[in-house]
Protein backbone atom coordinates (compact mmCIF):
# COMPACT_ATOMS: atom_id res chain seq x y z
CA UNK A 1 0.00 0.00 0.00
CA UNK A 2 1.33 4.07 -1.06
CA UNK A 3 1.34 6.55 1.46
CA UNK A 4 -1.83 8.10 -0.08
CA UNK A 5 -3.75 4.99 0.65
CA UNK A 6 -2.59 5.39 4.42
CA UNK A 7 -4.00 9.44 4.29
CA UNK A 8 -7.20 8.22 3.20
CA UNK A 9 -7.34 5.78 6.16
CA UNK A 10 -6.61 8.82 8.70
CA UNK A 11 -8.96 10.83 7.31
CA UNK A 12 -11.84 8.31 7.04
CA UNK A 13 -10.75 7.14 10.85
CA UNK A 14 -11.51 10.34 12.27
CA UNK A 15 -14.69 10.98 10.12
CA UNK A 16 -15.91 7.66 10.93
CA UNK A 17 -14.85 8.53 14.73
CA UNK A 18 -17.07 11.54 14.97
CA UNK A 19 -20.21 10.07 13.41
CA UNK A 20 -20.54 7.48 15.99
CA UNK A 21 -19.55 9.22 18.64
CA UNK A 22 -22.04 12.10 17.53
CA UNK A 23 -24.71 9.73 17.34
CA UNK A 24 -24.38 8.77 20.79
CA UNK A 25 -24.50 12.30 21.98
CA UNK A 26 -27.84 12.71 19.83
CA UNK A 27 -29.30 9.88 21.67
CA UNK A 28 -28.64 11.97 24.91
CA UNK A 29 -29.63 14.88 23.45
CA UNK A 30 -33.46 13.26 22.57
CA UNK A 31 -33.35 11.97 26.42
CA UNK A 32 -32.62 15.23 27.10
CA UNK A 33 -35.40 16.77 25.62
CA UNK A 34 -37.57 13.89 27.08
CA UNK A 35 -38.39 12.46 23.54
CA UNK A 36 -40.24 9.06 22.97
CA UNK A 37 -38.43 5.90 22.71
CA UNK A 38 -39.29 5.16 19.24
CA UNK A 39 -37.86 8.65 18.09
CA UNK A 40 -33.79 7.19 18.34
CA UNK A 41 -33.66 4.57 16.31
CA UNK A 42 -35.18 7.32 13.82
CA UNK A 43 -31.62 9.32 14.89
CA UNK A 44 -30.20 6.71 11.96
CA UNK A 45 -33.23 6.65 9.61
CA UNK A 46 -32.68 10.39 9.32
CA UNK A 47 -28.73 10.00 8.92
CA UNK A 48 -28.79 7.37 5.61
CA UNK A 49 -32.12 8.92 4.48
CA UNK A 50 -29.93 10.75 2.21
CA UNK A 51 -28.02 7.54 0.89
CA UNK A 52 -31.40 6.64 -1.19
CA UNK A 53 -32.59 10.39 -2.26
CA UNK A 54 -29.30 11.15 -3.20
CA UNK A 55 -27.93 8.30 -4.69
CA UNK A 56 -28.39 9.26 -8.46
CA UNK A 57 -26.19 12.15 -7.69
CA UNK A 58 -23.47 12.07 -5.02
CA UNK A 59 -21.83 9.12 -7.41
CA UNK A 60 -21.43 11.82 -10.37
CA UNK A 61 -20.58 14.64 -7.83
CA UNK A 62 -17.75 12.26 -6.79
CA UNK A 63 -16.31 11.67 -10.52
CA UNK A 64 -16.91 15.26 -11.40
CA UNK A 65 -13.63 16.11 -9.23
CA UNK A 66 -10.09 14.74 -7.47
CA UNK A 67 -11.76 12.65 -4.61
CA UNK A 68 -9.63 14.38 -2.35
CA UNK A 69 -11.59 17.13 -2.50
CA UNK A 70 -14.82 15.90 -2.99
CA UNK A 71 -13.82 14.16 0.55
CA UNK A 72 -13.00 18.20 2.29
CA UNK A 73 -16.15 19.46 1.10
CA UNK A 74 -18.59 16.51 2.40
CA UNK A 75 -16.71 16.47 5.41
CA UNK A 76 -17.32 20.17 6.25
CA UNK A 77 -21.21 19.68 5.58
CA UNK A 78 -21.03 17.13 8.59
CA UNK A 79 -19.41 19.74 10.80
CA UNK A 80 -22.08 22.10 10.02
CA UNK A 81 -24.78 19.81 10.78
CA UNK A 82 -22.46 19.13 13.98
CA UNK A 83 -22.70 22.92 14.63
CA UNK A 84 -26.19 23.02 13.95
CA UNK A 85 -27.09 20.59 16.53
CA UNK A 86 -24.98 22.28 19.24
CA UNK A 87 -26.77 25.53 18.64
CA UNK A 88 -30.10 24.37 19.22
CA UNK A 89 -31.14 22.56 16.08
CA UNK A 90 -33.31 18.92 16.41
CA UNK A 91 -31.15 16.62 16.57
CA UNK A 92 -32.87 14.24 14.08
CA UNK A 93 -32.62 17.34 11.53
CA UNK A 94 -29.21 18.05 12.19
CA UNK A 95 -27.94 14.36 12.13
CA UNK A 96 -29.95 14.41 8.97
CA UNK A 97 -27.42 17.48 7.67
CA UNK A 98 -24.19 14.97 8.63
CA UNK A 99 -26.10 12.45 6.76
CA UNK A 100 -26.28 14.17 3.69
CA UNK A 101 -22.39 14.89 3.98
CA UNK A 102 -21.60 11.16 4.74
CA UNK A 103 -23.88 9.74 1.69
CA UNK A 104 -21.71 12.32 -0.75
CA UNK A 105 -18.57 11.52 1.21
CA UNK A 106 -18.95 7.33 0.83
CA UNK A 107 -18.43 7.11 -2.99
CA UNK A 108 -15.31 9.55 -2.90
CA UNK A 109 -13.98 6.88 0.14
CA UNK A 110 -14.53 3.87 -1.71
CA UNK A 111 -14.36 4.99 -5.56
CA UNK A 112 -10.61 6.33 -4.48
CA UNK A 113 -9.45 2.79 -4.05
CA UNK A 114 -9.97 1.46 -7.28
CA UNK A 115 -8.32 3.92 -8.84
CA UNK A 116 -5.37 4.12 -6.40
CA UNK A 117 -4.70 -0.03 -6.54
CA UNK A 118 -4.83 -2.83 -8.89
CA UNK A 119 -7.61 -5.38 -8.27
CA UNK A 120 -5.68 -8.15 -6.65
CA UNK A 121 -5.33 -5.68 -3.37
CA UNK A 122 -8.99 -4.43 -2.86
CA UNK A 123 -9.99 -7.28 -0.67
CA UNK A 124 -6.72 -6.17 1.54
CA UNK A 125 -7.28 -2.43 1.35
CA UNK A 126 -11.43 -3.16 2.15
CA UNK A 127 -10.08 -5.62 5.02
CA UNK A 128 -7.78 -2.75 6.14
CA UNK A 129 -10.34 0.42 5.17
CA UNK A 130 -13.45 -2.02 7.23
CA UNK A 131 -11.12 -2.95 10.23
CA UNK A 132 -10.38 0.76 10.57
CA UNK A 133 -13.76 2.14 10.46
CA UNK A 134 -14.52 -0.71 12.74
CA UNK A 135 -11.96 0.77 15.09
CA UNK A 136 -13.48 4.12 14.50
CA UNK A 137 -17.06 2.49 15.58
CA UNK A 138 -15.41 1.16 18.68
CA UNK A 139 -13.74 4.40 19.84
CA UNK A 140 -16.53 6.66 18.64
CA UNK A 141 -19.41 5.12 20.59
CA UNK A 142 -17.13 4.73 23.59
CA UNK A 143 -15.94 8.17 23.09
CA UNK A 144 -19.73 9.07 22.70
CA UNK A 145 -20.36 7.13 26.19
CA UNK A 146 -17.31 8.44 28.01
CA UNK A 147 -18.25 12.56 27.02
CA UNK A 148 -21.97 11.99 28.35
CA UNK A 149 -20.43 10.09 31.16
CA UNK A 150 -21.05 12.33 34.45
CA UNK A 151 -17.71 12.11 35.71
CA UNK A 152 -16.21 13.29 32.13
CA UNK A 153 -19.75 15.61 30.90
CA UNK A 154 -18.98 17.45 34.30
CA UNK A 155 -15.07 17.97 33.81
CA UNK A 156 -15.79 19.72 30.61
CA UNK A 157 -18.73 21.94 31.79
CA UNK A 158 -16.56 22.75 34.73
CA UNK A 159 -14.40 24.98 31.99
CA UNK A 160 -15.07 28.56 31.59
CA UNK A 161 -14.41 31.16 29.56
CA UNK A 162 -14.40 34.63 31.07
CA UNK A 163 -16.45 37.18 30.04
CA UNK A 164 -18.18 34.93 27.03
CA UNK A 165 -20.99 32.60 28.12
CA UNK A 166 -21.21 29.74 25.90
CA UNK A 167 -24.44 28.32 26.11
CA UNK A 168 -23.09 24.64 26.72
CA UNK A 169 -24.77 23.64 30.22
CA UNK A 170 -25.68 19.62 29.26
CA UNK A 171 -23.22 16.82 28.67
CA UNK A 172 -24.71 16.14 25.75
CA UNK A 173 -23.71 19.50 24.30
CA UNK A 174 -19.60 19.19 25.54
CA UNK A 175 -19.59 16.05 24.08
CA UNK A 176 -21.10 17.53 20.87
CA UNK A 177 -18.22 20.39 20.69
CA UNK A 178 -15.60 18.04 21.64
CA UNK A 179 -16.82 16.24 18.52
CA UNK A 180 -16.91 19.44 16.37
CA UNK A 181 -12.92 19.56 17.07
CA UNK A 182 -13.15 15.82 15.87
CA UNK A 183 -14.63 17.06 12.32
CA UNK A 184 -12.06 20.01 11.90
CA UNK A 185 -9.16 17.35 12.17
CA UNK A 186 -11.01 15.09 9.40
CA UNK A 187 -10.93 17.92 7.45
CA UNK A 188 -7.26 19.11 7.72
CA UNK A 189 -6.55 15.43 6.87
CA UNK A 190 -8.91 15.80 3.66
CA UNK A 191 -7.07 18.50 2.14
CA UNK A 192 -3.67 16.15 2.35
CA UNK A 193 -4.67 13.64 -0.06
CA UNK A 194 -2.89 13.56 -3.36
CA UNK A 195 -4.76 13.79 -6.65
CA UNK A 196 -4.82 9.96 -7.79
CA UNK A 197 -5.11 11.27 -11.88
CA UNK A 198 -8.06 9.30 -12.71
CA UNK A 199 -10.35 11.37 -14.73
CA UNK A 200 -13.90 10.41 -16.06
CA UNK A 201 -16.12 11.87 -18.63
CA UNK A 202 -17.72 14.80 -18.20
CA UNK A 203 -20.15 14.44 -15.77
CA UNK A 204 -23.96 15.38 -16.55
CA UNK A 205 -25.68 17.98 -14.86
CA UNK A 206 -29.17 17.15 -15.90
CA UNK A 207 -31.01 16.15 -12.77
CA UNK A 208 -33.60 13.57 -14.77
CA UNK A 209 -30.30 12.74 -17.25
CA UNK A 210 -28.64 11.54 -13.58
CA UNK A 211 -31.63 9.77 -12.52
CA UNK A 212 -31.39 7.74 -15.97
CA UNK A 213 -28.15 7.26 -15.50
CA UNK A 214 -28.09 5.89 -11.85
CA UNK A 215 -30.99 3.50 -13.13
CA UNK A 216 -28.98 1.47 -16.10
CA UNK A 217 -26.49 0.94 -13.20
CA UNK A 218 -28.45 0.10 -10.78
CA UNK A 219 -29.78 -2.38 -13.43
CA UNK A 220 -26.20 -3.27 -14.58
CA UNK A 221 -25.03 -4.34 -11.16
CA UNK A 222 -28.21 -6.33 -10.17
CA UNK A 223 -28.45 -8.33 -13.59
CA UNK A 224 -24.67 -9.32 -13.43
CA UNK A 225 -24.15 -12.96 -11.70
CA UNK A 226 -21.45 -11.71 -9.26
CA UNK A 227 -22.71 -8.12 -8.68
CA UNK A 228 -26.23 -9.35 -7.93
CA UNK A 229 -24.94 -11.99 -4.80
CA UNK A 230 -22.64 -9.23 -3.20
CA UNK A 231 -24.75 -6.37 -3.64
CA UNK A 232 -27.62 -8.77 -1.48
CA UNK A 233 -25.13 -9.86 0.84
CA UNK A 234 -23.72 -6.26 1.37
CA UNK A 235 -27.29 -4.51 0.99
CA UNK A 236 -28.23 -7.34 3.85
CA UNK A 237 -25.61 -6.57 6.14
CA UNK A 238 -25.73 -3.08 6.32
CA UNK A 239 -29.07 -3.06 7.10
CA UNK A 240 -28.95 -5.59 9.80
CA UNK A 241 -25.20 -3.90 11.44
CA UNK A 242 -27.23 -0.10 11.37
CA UNK A 243 -30.49 -2.17 13.38
CA UNK A 244 -28.17 -3.98 15.59
CA UNK A 245 -26.78 -1.01 16.84
CA UNK A 246 -29.86 -0.15 18.61
CA UNK A 247 -30.93 -3.32 20.06
CA UNK A 248 -27.91 -4.16 21.58
CA UNK A 249 -28.31 -0.49 23.71
CA UNK A 250 -32.30 -1.89 24.06
CA UNK A 251 -30.61 -5.46 25.13
CA UNK A 252 -28.09 -3.69 27.14
CA UNK A 253 -30.86 -1.59 29.35
CA UNK A 254 -33.37 -4.74 29.72
CA UNK A 255 -31.65 -7.74 29.83
CA UNK A 256 -28.04 -6.80 31.73
CA UNK A 257 -29.41 -3.57 33.04
CA UNK A 258 -27.22 -1.00 31.82
CA UNK A 259 -27.65 3.03 30.98
CA UNK A 260 -27.17 4.24 27.93
CA UNK A 261 -23.34 5.18 28.65
CA UNK A 262 -22.46 1.42 29.39
CA UNK A 263 -24.61 0.44 26.37
CA UNK A 264 -23.07 2.27 24.38
CA UNK A 265 -19.36 0.61 25.24
CA UNK A 266 -20.85 -2.49 25.19
CA UNK A 267 -22.11 -1.90 22.17
CA UNK A 268 -18.42 -1.15 20.99
CA UNK A 269 -17.73 -4.93 21.61
CA UNK A 270 -19.48 -6.54 18.90
CA UNK A 271 -17.43 -3.98 16.62
CA UNK A 272 -14.61 -5.56 18.14
CA UNK A 273 -15.35 -8.95 16.48
CA UNK A 274 -15.85 -6.77 13.47
CA UNK A 275 -12.75 -5.41 13.17
CA UNK A 276 -10.99 -8.83 13.77
CA UNK A 277 -13.10 -10.79 11.09
CA UNK A 278 -12.00 -8.21 8.55
CA UNK A 279 -8.72 -7.91 9.29
CA UNK A 280 -9.16 -12.26 9.12
CA UNK A 281 -10.94 -12.00 5.99
CA UNK A 282 -7.86 -9.81 4.74
CA UNK A 283 -5.52 -11.81 5.01
CA UNK A 284 -6.94 -14.94 4.51
CA UNK A 285 -9.74 -14.29 1.69
CA UNK A 286 -8.70 -13.73 -2.14
CA UNK A 287 -10.79 -12.05 -4.55
CA UNK A 288 -11.63 -15.22 -7.00
CA UNK A 289 -13.03 -17.16 -3.62
CA UNK A 290 -14.60 -14.72 -1.85
CA UNK A 291 -17.80 -16.29 -2.58
CA UNK A 292 -16.87 -18.79 -0.09
CA UNK A 293 -17.60 -17.25 2.82
CA UNK A 294 -21.78 -16.95 2.26
CA UNK A 295 -22.61 -19.28 4.77
CA UNK A 296 -20.68 -17.70 7.39
CA UNK A 297 -24.11 -14.91 7.15
CA UNK A 298 -26.33 -18.13 8.15
CA UNK A 299 -23.92 -18.82 11.46
CA UNK A 300 -24.00 -14.98 12.61
CA UNK A 301 -28.33 -14.84 12.12
CA UNK A 302 -28.13 -17.98 14.23
CA UNK A 303 -25.78 -16.30 17.02
CA UNK A 304 -27.63 -13.38 17.25
CA UNK A 305 -30.96 -15.56 18.40
CA UNK A 306 -28.48 -16.67 21.04
CA UNK A 307 -28.40 -13.38 22.96
CA UNK A 308 -32.48 -13.39 23.54
CA UNK A 309 -31.76 -16.16 25.86
CA UNK A 310 -29.16 -14.79 27.62
CA UNK A 311 -29.57 -11.89 30.51
CA UNK A 312 -27.47 -11.16 33.87
CA UNK A 313 -30.70 -12.52 36.12
CA UNK A 314 -29.37 -16.17 34.88
CA UNK A 315 -26.40 -15.66 37.32
CA UNK A 316 -27.85 -14.78 40.53
CA UNK A 317 -24.79 -13.77 42.19
CA UNK A 318 -22.70 -11.06 40.73
CA UNK A 319 -19.17 -12.43 40.40
CA UNK A 320 -16.08 -9.26 40.09
CA UNK A 321 -12.46 -9.75 39.67
CA UNK A 322 -10.49 -6.84 40.50
CA UNK A 323 -7.74 -5.76 38.87
CA UNK A 324 -6.09 -2.90 40.86
CA UNK A 325 -8.98 -0.52 40.40
CA UNK A 326 -10.89 -2.05 37.54
CA UNK A 327 -13.91 -3.89 38.60
CA UNK A 328 -14.94 -6.56 35.50
CA UNK A 329 -18.40 -8.49 36.45
CA UNK A 330 -17.77 -11.84 35.07
CA UNK A 331 -21.32 -12.55 34.72
CA UNK A 332 -21.17 -10.22 31.97
CA UNK A 333 -18.57 -12.75 30.05
CA UNK A 334 -20.66 -14.71 27.92
CA UNK A 335 -22.75 -11.05 26.81
CA UNK A 336 -19.17 -9.66 25.37
CA UNK A 337 -18.21 -13.44 24.11
CA UNK A 338 -21.59 -13.58 21.83
CA UNK A 339 -21.22 -9.99 20.83
CA UNK A 340 -17.82 -10.37 19.48
CA UNK A 341 -18.83 -14.32 17.61
CA UNK A 342 -21.63 -12.04 15.83
CA UNK A 343 -19.44 -9.26 15.27
CA UNK A 344 -16.62 -11.93 13.69
CA UNK A 345 -18.97 -13.39 11.69
CA UNK A 346 -20.12 -10.51 9.67
CA UNK A 347 -16.84 -8.57 9.50
CA UNK A 348 -15.67 -12.16 7.99
CA UNK A 349 -17.84 -12.15 5.79
CA UNK A 350 -18.54 -8.90 4.26
CA UNK A 351 -15.40 -7.90 3.68
CA UNK A 352 -15.03 -10.02 0.50
CA UNK A 353 -18.29 -9.30 -0.70
CA UNK A 354 -17.65 -5.32 -0.27
CA UNK A 355 -14.50 -5.99 -2.38
CA UNK A 356 -16.12 -8.24 -4.88
CA UNK A 357 -18.64 -5.44 -5.34
CA UNK A 358 -16.07 -2.90 -6.29
CA UNK A 359 -14.46 -4.72 -8.58
CA UNK A 360 -17.20 -5.70 -10.42
CA UNK A 361 -18.74 -2.00 -10.14
CA UNK A 362 -15.39 -0.67 -11.63
CA UNK A 363 -15.63 -3.08 -14.39
CA UNK A 364 -19.02 -2.46 -15.67
CA UNK A 365 -19.20 1.23 -14.57
CA UNK A 366 -17.24 4.17 -12.85
CA UNK A 367 -16.36 3.84 -9.19
CA UNK A 368 -18.93 6.77 -7.85
CA UNK A 369 -21.55 5.69 -9.79
CA UNK A 370 -21.32 1.80 -8.36
CA UNK A 371 -20.50 3.30 -4.75
CA UNK A 372 -23.68 5.37 -5.05
CA UNK A 373 -25.66 2.01 -6.56
CA UNK A 374 -24.13 0.27 -3.50
CA UNK A 375 -25.26 2.83 -0.95
CA UNK A 376 -28.69 3.29 -2.50
CA UNK A 377 -29.36 -0.21 -1.73
CA UNK A 378 -27.76 -0.79 1.54
CA UNK A 379 -29.44 2.51 2.58
CA UNK A 380 -32.96 1.09 1.88
CA UNK A 381 -32.41 -1.87 3.69
CA UNK A 382 -30.98 0.30 6.81
CA UNK A 383 -34.74 2.28 6.09
CA UNK A 384 -36.66 -0.76 5.81
CA UNK A 385 -35.12 -2.05 8.82
CA UNK A 386 -35.05 0.63 11.64
CA UNK A 387 -38.53 1.54 10.08
CA UNK A 388 -40.08 -1.57 11.32
CA UNK A 389 -37.84 -1.92 14.61
CA UNK A 390 -39.19 1.61 15.39
CA UNK A 391 -42.28 0.12 14.92
CA UNK A 392 -41.95 -3.12 17.06
CA UNK A 393 -40.66 -0.38 19.78
CA UNK A 394 -43.85 0.87 19.49
CA UNK A 395 -46.31 -1.55 19.79
CA UNK A 396 -43.94 -2.44 22.85
CA UNK A 397 -42.39 -5.66 21.35
CA UNK A 398 -40.39 -7.72 23.81
CA UNK A 399 -36.87 -6.86 22.79
CA UNK A 400 -36.25 -10.78 23.11
CA UNK A 401 -38.68 -11.64 20.38
CA UNK A 402 -37.27 -8.88 18.40
CA UNK A 403 -33.78 -10.26 18.36
CA UNK A 404 -35.05 -13.84 17.50
CA UNK A 405 -36.84 -12.39 14.21
CA UNK A 406 -34.24 -10.73 13.47
CA UNK A 407 -31.66 -13.25 13.71
CA UNK A 408 -33.85 -15.93 11.95
CA UNK A 409 -34.67 -13.17 9.48
CA UNK A 410 -30.55 -12.60 8.65
CA UNK A 411 -30.32 -16.32 8.42
CA UNK A 412 -33.15 -16.78 5.99
CA UNK A 413 -32.22 -13.95 3.46
CA UNK A 414 -28.09 -15.12 3.67
CA UNK A 415 -29.53 -19.14 2.55
CA UNK A 416 -32.01 -17.75 -0.14
CA UNK A 417 -28.70 -15.74 -1.75
CA UNK A 418 -26.73 -18.96 -1.26
CA UNK A 419 -29.67 -20.69 -3.10
CA UNK A 420 -29.61 -17.83 -5.62
CA UNK A 421 -25.98 -18.22 -6.44
CA UNK A 422 -25.95 -22.01 -7.06
CA UNK A 423 -28.41 -21.36 -9.72
CA UNK A 424 -26.66 -19.10 -11.45
CA UNK A 425 -23.18 -20.71 -11.10
CA UNK A 426 -25.32 -23.86 -12.26
CA UNK A 427 -26.84 -21.38 -15.00
CA UNK A 428 -23.07 -20.63 -16.09
CA UNK A 429 -22.11 -24.00 -16.22
CA UNK A 430 -24.72 -24.75 -18.72
CA UNK A 431 -24.19 -22.27 -20.89
CA UNK A 432 -20.47 -22.92 -21.13
CA UNK A 433 -21.44 -26.86 -21.69
CA UNK A 434 -23.00 -25.78 -24.76
CA UNK A 435 -20.79 -23.28 -26.08
CA UNK A 436 -18.15 -26.09 -25.81
CA UNK A 437 -20.32 -28.18 -27.53
CA UNK A 438 -21.11 -25.80 -30.74
CA UNK A 439 -16.93 -25.58 -30.82
Excluded at 80 to 107: E, Q
Excluded at 207 to 219: Q, R
Excluded at 323 to 352: R, T
Aim: include cysteine; hydrophobic fraction near 55%.
Amino acid sequence: MNRSFYIIMAAQFFSSLADNALLIAAIALLAQLNAPAWMTPLLKLFFVLSYVVLAAFVGAFADSRPKGNVMFITNTIKLVGCAAMLFGGHPLLSYAIVGLGAAAYSPAKYGILTELLPPEKLVAANGWIEGLTVGSIILGTVLGGILISSTVSQSLLSFDIPVINTGIDTPAESAILIIMTIYVIAALINLRIPDTGARYVSQKTNPIELVKDFAVCFKTLWNDRLGQISLAVTTLFWGAGATLQFIVIKWAQVALHMNLSQGAILQAISAVGVAGGAVWAAWRVPLRHSLNVLPYGIAMGLVVCVLAVYNSDMLPNTVLWTVGKLEVNLNLLPAYFLLILVGWLAGYFVVPMNALLQHRGHVLMSAGHSIAVQNFNENISVLLMLLVYSLLIWLDASVQYVIIGFGVTVSLIMWMVIKRHAANQAEYDSMHLIGEHKN
